[in-house]
């Protein structure tokens, strides 16, 4: 079965760059959300959307943003990259009406140099 | 202030016996949780869930006990493997969906052959 497909795997950037992450929902999930989970860290939630809207918002900081286009793929885009933002980042999807369990993504590799 | 809380960072068991994974939540409007399963660098695998309306839900080798009173949930793993060893992650969604799941810090579970 398809899972939830995460672009690029591995990314390496310096300090004050942009980084764009791009993410595939499985079909039919009409809910798309991102986490960020740090080194040693738990993942935590930074943002959702559903049927292409923001849904809730988490700890996602201002230089950040995402959306979601009208094929229901996200982009999280990362500006003004900051050291600590290296991190495993997560996209993950769901759809409300098959039982909304939340599926992953096998993540996207940040290293923030 | 960790809503989700897996206090016990690391577990060791015998390959064929029991694991126990323990999870507490604080917040009660939680009523839909979920177990994953991590392997490092890899996206979370969804193993296991259970609605607040349960107190049990087995799935093979797997089984989650929910005990709402005393806020806490259980994961059981029998007979255990060597492959079972990873990072298990307890989460947490409140009521109306998952959309914004609140995980726990997770417990290495190493499966000794």
């Known amino acids: 079965a398809a899972g939830v497909i995460q672009s690029p795997r591995h990314l390496i950037k310096e300090k004050r760059e942009t980084a764009t992450l791009k993410c595939y929902p499985i079909?039919?999930?009409?809910?798309v959300y991102w986490y960020q989970q740090g080194p040693g860290q738990d993942p935590q939630f930074l943002i959702s959307f559903y049927e292409k809207m923001q849904s809730d918002k988490g700890s996602i900081p201002d230089r950040f943003s995402a959306q979601q286009f009208s094929d229901y793929h996200s982009e999280l885009n990362m500006s003004s990259l900051e050291l600590g933002d290296s991190a495993l980042y997560f996209c993950?999807?769901?759809?409300?009406?098959?039982?909304?369990?939340?599926?992953f993504g096998e993540g996207s590799w940040l290293t923030v140099v | 202030d960790q809503q989700v809380k897996q206090n016990s960072p690391s577990l060791s068991v015998q390959e064929g016996r029991i694991s126990i994974l323990n999870c507490d939540y604080t917040?009660?409007?939680?009523?839909?949780f979920l177990w994953y399963k991590k392997y490092p660098a890899e996206g979370p695998t969804f193993l296991i869930s259970?609605?607040?309306?349960?107190d049990k839900n087995e799935d093979g080798r797997f089984t989650v006990f929910l005990n709402k009173s005393a806020k806490h949930l259980s994961l059981h793993i029998v007979p255990s493997q060597p492959g079972d060893s990873a990072v298990y992650f307890c989460a947490a969604a409140p009521q109306g969906g998952s959309e914004k799941l609140v995980f726990g810090k997770g417990t290495k579970l190493t499966v000794n052959p």
């Open positions: 079909p039919r999930h009409d809910t």
């Open positions: 917040n009660s409007m939680f009523d839909y």
């Open positions: 259970i609605s607040s309306i349960k």
């Open positions: 993950a999807s769901s759809s409300r009406g098959l039982g909304n369990t939340i599926y």
